[in-house]
């Protein structure tokens, strides 16, 4: 009940109280009666107009953008994707466990850590990676919306394997953000009406290992630059962006835990309005968290940050890289404020298996990498569904407390429980 309508109520009350005094002083109904009804009128009449009010307030806009980590495929990975019979990489077999999970998203945003430069440049894995281009074809059957394209492999393969890459995504109905193959391109901040949240996604990466920005074509990146990331984000805000999420390539690869400069640059984000900060490119897991900043007037603001979301993918087999996750965060937009809040943050955690040696019985040897949902193979275990073994089993249970021991507790409400 609104406070407006409480003093109401309180109101009457007060008038029965003095009409009992009045009467019990004067024994006569005639003033009390005509005091009660015009202020009950006017009392009725403010009532109506509150019911009003408030039936004209819009709801409240909800939405759940759902990320994953670095789409990073080495050659084992489009080795195993090859389908003979047809002559494609068919990726899509690596993700039938994990489908599910993109059904309910508003957005899906992932990044892909690779360089679709075509057939003709010949396919490979690290360190230069070119990927078959069927993979943006899986990736949006998948329910990928938006790829970011800003990190350290972005010019693997020169700056025509960028613009290959981008027109691969648009073929296959990606958007994108991070690089641009034009200035026009960079000059834009790619904006997405969500369920009426107008929602800004940005994307910049530390370095491109160390192959140089192509004299003249310095838009073609976003690099990790504080006067480059306000002027990008207060573009997004000027164009009316409601909730901006940036994607971040950076810190130490293979740490479970965010450096100095990842902590500092989440501050920053947060301190310029920035809602929801998805980090990559550790290959690791790292912690998330609603973190809290003071500004210089001793205001505060809160963002959600997640300071790495690991390999959604890859062959990499160094410890806690096949621990990943699909991460989903619940934005709300009051609908009577605007404001916008995050309701909550959780995650399904993910393992990439590799079935080199076999192990799981439902895979019938034709799939090498499988991303296994392990809390659904404990529960159908433990409840005696499904056709999962006691090896399995154990794998699960083992991995999700790896993965629950990084990343800490759901956030729910901007309260971790």
């Avoid at 009128?41 to 039936?55: K, P």
Wanted: charge should be negative; aromatic fraction near 10%; proline fraction near 3%.
């Amino acid at each position: 009940m609104s406070k407006s309508r409480k003093n109401k109520i309180n109101y009457l009350k007060v008038l029965a109280f003095l009409a009992i005094v009045i009467i019990l002083a004067y024994g006569t109904f005639d003033v009390v009666t005509k005091l009660i009804l015009r202020n009950s009128q006017s009392i009725s009449d403010d009532s109506n107009a509150l019911l009003t009010y408030e039936a004209q307030i819009p709801d409240d806009k909800v939405i759940n953008i759902v990320a994953i980590g670095d789409t990073l495929c080495h050659s084992q990975n489009f080795k195993d994707a090859y389908d003979s019979s047809t002559g494609i990489y068919d990726f899509s077999p690596m993700f039938k466990y994990v489908t599910k999970y993109f059904e309910n998203a508003t957005v899906a945003v992932g990044n892909l850590e690779a360089t679709l430069a075509g057939p003709s440049r010949g396919y490979s894995g690290y360190p230069t990676f070119n990927t078959p281009e069927h993979l943006a074809i899986d990736l949006k059957e998948l329910g990928l919306d938006v790829m970011t394209t800003a990190n350290n492999h972005t010019l693997d393969l020169g700056f025509s394997g960028l613009e290959s890459t981008l027109t691969y995504l648009d073929d296959a109905g990606l958007e994108h953000t991070g690089s641009a193959r034009n200035q026009a391109e960079q000059d834009k901040v790619l904006i997405k009406n969500l369920n009426g949240i107008k929602t800004a996604f940005l994307a910049f990466t530390y370095g491109t290992n160390g192959i140089p920005v192509p004299s003249g074509k310095e838009f073609c990146v976003n690099l990790i630059d504080k006067d480059l990331i306000k002027s990008k984000i207060d573009q997004a805000k000027s164009e009316g962006a409601e909730l901006i999420c940036v994607s971040m390539h950076w810190g130490d690869e293979y740490h479970t835990s965010p450096n100095d400069t990842q902590i500092d640059l989440a501050e920053f984000l947060i301190k310029n309005d920035v809602q929801v900060i998805l980090g990559c490119h550790p290959h690791v897991l790292e912690p998330m968290e609603m973190k809290t900043v003071t500004m210089e007037d001793g205001s505060t603001k809160t963002g959600f940050v997640i300071y790495s979301m690991g390999n959604f993918f890859s062959a990499q087999t160094f410890a806690n890289t096949r621990n990943t996750l699909i991460l989903n965060v619940q934005v709300r937009k009051d609908g009577e404020t605007g404001k916008i809040t995050i309701d909550n943050a959780t995650y399904t955690p993910i393992y990439v298996f590799d079935n080199t040696t076999g192990g799981n019985p439902n895979n019938n040897g034709n799939d090498r990498y499988e991303l296994l949902d392990i809390e659904n193979i404990i529960s159908e275990y433990e409840a005696g569904t499904g056709n999962w073994n006691k090896t399995m089993y154990d794998l699960a249970k083992t991995e999700l407390d790896r993965t629950v021991k990084i990343l800490g507790p759901e956030i729910f409400n901007n309260t971790s429980k």
